[in-house]
């Protein structure tokens, strides 16, 4: 089922009679403006004309601007929306750097920019692919389902995907006399893009695809089959003629308005049942088949009996697919029966509206778009670009039989991004150029001393995003350091690189592991003013044999610091002499025990609740000082209280229930930093976003040695989360030390 390319209508000049082009399209003027159309279809005409910026260009211009004005077709055959057409007419040009983002974004709109913008963030795909190397047709290697699933991942919207459909289907059509390229074009669209046609339910592009893939890489087979149906072509046309009839009168009998025709199988799909049946060509029974169209779902069921009642049924070979639809959302009635003549005839019975998500998938939606006329349609519509996201279970191209939901739940926390020889790597979302570097091989990780993404150097912090390549930076004698371990500086994220590190610093000696352990405790305790620290006891809680036992975990990663201070306060909670000695805290700034709610901001009041409204536990709250009584509470929504607050608004405070506050004492920390402008909003917000209360500020400026000292008292829950805070503040630029400022 190879389709040829139509010949474009041309002007007296030679060039594409755009007007007449433009008046053939499919498309619904009510919706798309022609005179947008026009101007792009221009404006890419235009820029065939100029000099492509890009070196060892292959196509002359004007085949691109050709294959753009195809690409529209086979989109606007689709019937897809106004930007997506523009977007596929200019993206040879943008992607030849003919035109830049920034023009098209200007003139069309940034909703058309980033649809270009996507279809050329999956042209990595293709460099990738090139590298592949499959043998044998129908075979899933590991890396190609991986490109797969990283195609999708790229895809925010599913219009990205169908523009990249139609320019892969264009680039196939034409290199049918150039022998240089089909093996490759051929290889990436059968392993790629065929399988996301199909799981898109677009059924008539999958065919071509998958047809004209298998032309280019089994030359052989596919002209054996194509004489073959050749010549049992008017054999067949003839048994299914009379078949159409026999079942057009039965039919117009019951009163069912049905359209009929004869269903071509195409020939990949053949080659595949001959080869994974073990069969020859005359033992394919679905080459002869019907395909029967009707208006509704019980008409269905009616026409099935009826064919039912004409010949008999093939047992085993019935399929419901209306009730339970197909992955992709493919619904009709398939069944198998000996028709006419003693022979096998397969049928399909669908709705009309079944057929037209069969042949156009998710892009059915646009033959609605702009309408209220069908919310179902549209309802329909949203879920499928929400299952487009699912699209990371390749069953019939994997042979997998994982359950699709488990295997999209995975899948969304992944990201894939390129090695510098462009290879796939799969990592789950969040991972860290250190993550990648020991995905690639531990002694890789091991000496990593920095990282590239996409020729940047960055971070080993950095959040890797799907579609980067990443180079690491490795040293002959980097090791790994100890604070990769600490899981809130955010060094690594996936657990097989984390055992990894751990694993080198078991290696260690262990007296280094002791030394290196105790250190790293000596160092926290000292910055949280923790002197009287009792170790053993800590030790027994964290069940380690000895306290040199625990000094070699800290020091193998085996425990981390943070593990070891939340130890201490749950030491501290049993016994308050312990609490005494270990947190050396002031008292909680707390209500008194028994209070129902707390007084933010003034200390302990008297509180009485409000007769007008009567809060109740859970209910939003104000309060209102009055004279002699203390705090009166309302609800906030009582009209009395918001008589009050337009009269004295000076005396509305805010009040909360006591049983939604956690402890806090107050604490006093020093932070030493390089002076610099916006240090001190800086390290304000990253107070208010820990949401930690300051209760003074106080800050001294050395100006010949341009250091800031900055001495705040803030409420803090615990030393864990002093200990947080501590790391954050320190992260920030110029900040050199931050420590608790002991009393004494």
């Excluded at 925010?156 to 459909?165: E, N």
């Excluded at 339910?201 to 065919?207: A, L, P, R, S």
């Excluded at 069908?374 to 519509?381: I, L």
Aim: hydrophobic residues 40%; glycine residues 6%; contains cysteine.
């Amino acid at each position: 089922m190879v389709k040829v390319r139509e010949d474009f209508p041309q002007l007296n000049d030679g060039r594409v009679d755009l007007e007449r082009w433009i008046a053939r399209l499919p498309i619904d003027a009510t919706h798309v403006s022609i005179d947008q159309l026009q101007q792009a279809f221009e404006l890419a005409e235009a820029c065939a004309a100029r000099p492509s910026q890009l070196t060892g260009e292959e196509d002359a211009a004007h085949i691109s601007f050709f294959t753009a004005l195809e690409m529209v077709e086979i989109l606007a055959d689709l019937h897809l929306d106004q930007d997506s057409l523009i977007a596929a007419a200019l993206f040879r040009a943008v992607r030849e750097h003919r035109l830049t983002i920034n023009d098209v974004s200007s003139q069309f709109g940034m909703s058309v920019a980033k649809l270009i913008d996507g279809v050329l963030g999956m042209a990595a795909i293709s460099k990738v692919n090139e590298q592949l190397d499959v043998p044998v047709l129908g075979q899933s290697e590991a890396q190609s389902e991986t490109i797969r699933k990283m195609l999708v991942a790229l895809v925010d919207d599913v219009r990205v995907a169908l523009i990249k459909l139609a320019e892969r289907t264009a680039a196939i059509r034409s290199v049918k006399n150039n022998t240089d390229k089909r093996q490759r074009v051929a290889r990436e669209v059968f392993d790629i893009y065929a399988p996301l046609a199909h799981r898109l339910g677009i059924g008539h592009i999958k065919w071509e695809l998958e047809d004209l893939s298998f032309r280019y890489l089994q030359p052989t087979a596919y002209k054996k089959i194509a004489k073959l149906l050749d010549e049992k072509r008017l054999d067949r046309q003839r048994y299914i003629d009379e078949a159409i009839d026999t079942l057009g009168k039965a039919l117009q009998a019951d009163g069912i308005d049905a359209d009929i025709a004869g269903r071509v199988k195409h020939i990949y799909s053949i080659w595949r049942k001959m080869q994974r049946k073990g069969i020859g060509f005359s033992q394919v029974y679905d080459i002869r088949a019907v395909r029967i169209l009707v208006p509704d779902l019980k008409s269905c069921y009616s026409a099935l009996g009826l064919v039912h009642g004409l010949w008999r049924n093939i047992p085993n070979e019935f399929d419901d697919y209306i009730a339970n639809p197909k992955e992709n959302g493919y619904r009709s009635l398939h069944t198998a029966v000996i028709g006419p003549q003693g022979k096998v005839l397969e049928i399909q019975i669908r709705t009309r509206a079944m057929h037209e998500e069969a042949e156009f998938g998710v892009c059915s939606h646009w033959m609605y778009k702009g309408t209220d006329k069908n919310a179902k349609t549209n309802s329909s519509y949203d879920e499928k670009i929400a299952w487009l996201r699912q699209v990371l279970d390749w069953h019939e191209e994997s042979g997998s039989n994982s359950d699709v939901a488990e295997q999209f739940s995975r899948a969304q926390d992944r990201v894939y991004v390129f090695t510098p020889e462009g290879h796939v790597v799969n990592l789950q979302s969040g991972a860290t150029p250190l993550d990648f570097a020991y995905h690639i091989h531990t002694e890789v990780g091991n000496r990593c001393r920095g990282a590239k993404v996409n020729g940047r150097i960055v971070p080993l912090t950095y959040t890797l995003n799907t579609g980067e390549r990443v180079e690491v930076l490795t040293g002959k004698d980097s090791e790994p350091r100890r604070d990769w371990l600490q899981g809130n500086l955010g060094y690594l994220k996936t657990s097989r690189a984390r055992t990894k590190v751990q694993h080198w610093f078991r290696q260690q000696a262990k007296e280094d592991n002791i030394a290196a352990g105790r250190a790293l405790l000596e160092k926290e305790f000292r910055r949280l003013a923790l002197n009287s620290i009792d170790y053993k006891y800590i030790a027994g809680h964290l069940h380690c044999p000895s306290v040199d036992d625990m000094y070699a975990s800290v020091g193998a990663g085996e425990i981390s610091t943070l593990q070891i201070i939340k130890a201490a306060n749950q030491v501290a909670g049993k016994d308050e002499a312990d609490q005494s000695e270990i947190l050396r805290l002031r008292q909680p700034s707390q209500a008194r025990k028994g209070d129902q709610v707390r007084i933010s901001g003034v200390g302990n009041l008297m509180t009485h609740f409000a007769r007008c409204c009567k809060p109740l536990p859970g209910d939003g709250i104000a309060g209102y000082i009055t004279i002699g009584r203390g705090v009166s509470v309302h609800r906030q929504d009582c009209n009395k209280l918001l008589q009050l607050q337009s009269v004295e608004p000076q005396r509305i405070i805010t009040v909360d229930w006591a049983g939604d506050h956690i402890d806090t004492y107050p604490v006093d920390i020093l932070i030493t930093a390089y002076d610099r402008q916006g240090l001190l909003r800086d390290i304000t917000l990253q107070l208010a976003s820990e949401k930690v209360n300051v209760i003074s500020m106080n800050t001294v400026t050395d100006a010949e040695k341009h250091l800031a000292n900055m001495s705040i008292r803030l409420e803090i829950s615990d030393l864990a989360a002093l200990s947080g805070l501590f790391n954050r503040l320190n992260s920030l630029p110029n900040v050199i030390s931050v420590e608790r400022i002991r009393e004494g």
